[in-house]
């Protein structure tokens, strides 16, 4: 009889290598960290999406990238309006001095350097007391108020791109994780299919949901290219992850892996994507955390190890055994063959026996004569037919005449 059990060997943290199979080795759909290996070529119009939603393209973009655009505006706009005061200065003659200096526009302002200081003073408050407008040049002061709303956009605008992309989801979903691999194994008489996802911070979150795909990818001989998804049912979608928690998917009917053994399983081709959606208790943003499975990221036949240990005083969680696992029990056959072999055969119902000869003369004897019992002959009136064959007997009982009636 073949062995359906896979092989029973402890071990603290197994990786097995899983056949590659006829099928060429594909990309990734979703990477490890969770980002998408999707890139988007021949966009129409894209340089005008990435600059009408310009705040979300700033928020997005990298640090230094960042960094420096936000240097360039800084120094565009105080150049932009040096140009400007340099303009005033040489129309109204400040630079060439044909004007007394009651009558300048600005004061010390005779070369280009002198107005680009100027602006930059000016944006930025400094005030040093050398360099300042006056009130002979009403375009001058109409720059002045300009520049100084600009500089506040400027500013503001700074600010806020810098505080949304240091409190962006992105961060915090790195302190979620899920554990390096997927295993399947027996939980309550199913085969099902299981991960871990911790919390590597001490502040809990408000709430979160997890969720399964199975992500596959077909290429046609034409070039063409489908991808299709199938939603995993999860035993309890809604999680509490104050500590570390197994999400569990049963391989019932109901699920695209009924049907998969471990030898199919070898030779597949999908993605296992999951995720979890949480609320921050801190921030109440609401961040998501993903990553995928590849068939030779499932371990058949293993579980994970216990993590929560309960003291004194504290559950204690070793988070050096979040990836770690053993090996298990578990039928090497798909679910759907493992519920026909568990379940029982019907059983014949039982022939009727052949009566012994004891048994049949218990039948044969008589039973216990009727007896009946009949009221007094002078208290019962007889009537109808004296012939039974025409109708039956009818018996009426009559009440005792009282024989003591008045006297005459």
């Known amino acids: 009889m073949q062995n359906q059990y896979a092989s029973v060997r402890p071990s603290e943290d197994v990786q097995v290598k899983m056949d590659a199979g006829p099928n060429p080795k594909k990309h990734r759909y979703v990477r490890k960290e969770g980002h998408c290996d999707v890139v988007f070529r021949h966009v129409p119009e894209s340089w005008l999406l990435f600059v009408t939603d310009i705040f979300t393209t700033l928020v997005e973009i990298r640090w230094r990238v960042m960094f420096l655009i936000f240097a360039l505006s800084y120094i565009l706009s105080w150049f932009f309006f040096g140009v400007l005061f340099w303009v005033i200065a040489l129309a109204h003659g400040d630079v060439n001095g044909d004007v007394d200096d009651e009558d300048v526009c600005v004061y010390e302002v005779r070369s280009f350097t002198a107005a680009f200081l100027f602006s930059l003073e000016t944006q930025t408050t400094i005030g040093y007391g050398l360099r300042g407008m006056s009130e002979n040049c009403m375009v001058a002061i109409v720059v002045v108020t300009v520049q100084d709303v600009v500089s506040c956009f400027i500013d503001t605008f700074v600010i806020g791109i810098v505080v949304a992309k240091m409190a962006s989801a ?239």
Not at 227 to 253: G, N
Not at 354 to 377: F, I, K, M
């Open 170 to 408: 992105r961060k915090r979903a790195q302190t979620v994780g899920f554990s390096s691999r997927a295993v399947v194994n027996l939980r309550d008489g199913f085969l099902c299919l299981s991960w871990r996802v911790g919390d590597f911070r001490r502040n809990h979150l408000v709430e979160g949901t997890a969720r399964a795909q199975l992500v596959r990818s077909t290429v046609h001989a034409t070039g063409r290219v489908d991808v299709t998804y199938e939603d995993l049912r999860i035993q309890q979608s809604d999680i509490v992850l104050v500590t570390p928690t197994t999400v569990l998917h049963r391989m019932d009917a109901g699920s695209p892996l009924h049907r998969m053994s471990l030898a199919d399983l070898r030779r597949a081709d999908f993605e296992l994507v999951v995720s979890f959606t949480y609320t921050d208790d801190t921030t109440g943003m609401l961040h998501q955390t993903r990553t995928s499975y590849t068939p030779n990221e499932i371990l058949w036949g293993q579980l994970f190890q216990e993590m929560i240990r309960v003291s004194r005083r504290h559950y204690r969680v070793d988070y050096t055994l979040f990836h770690h696992t053993a090996k298990v029990l578990a039928p090497e056959v798909s679910a759907q063959e493992f519920q026909l072999q568990r379940r029982p055969s019907p059983r014949p119902s039982p022939r009727p026996s052949p009566r012994t000869p004891r048994q049949n003369r218990r039948r044969d004897v008589p039973g216990p004569p009727a007896v009946s019992l009949e009221p007094p002959a002078d208290q019962i009136e007889t009537t109808g037919s004296t012939s039974q064959e025409d109708e039956p007997r009818k018996d009426t009982l009559a009440l005792p005449r009282d024989n003591t009636g008045p006297e005459m």
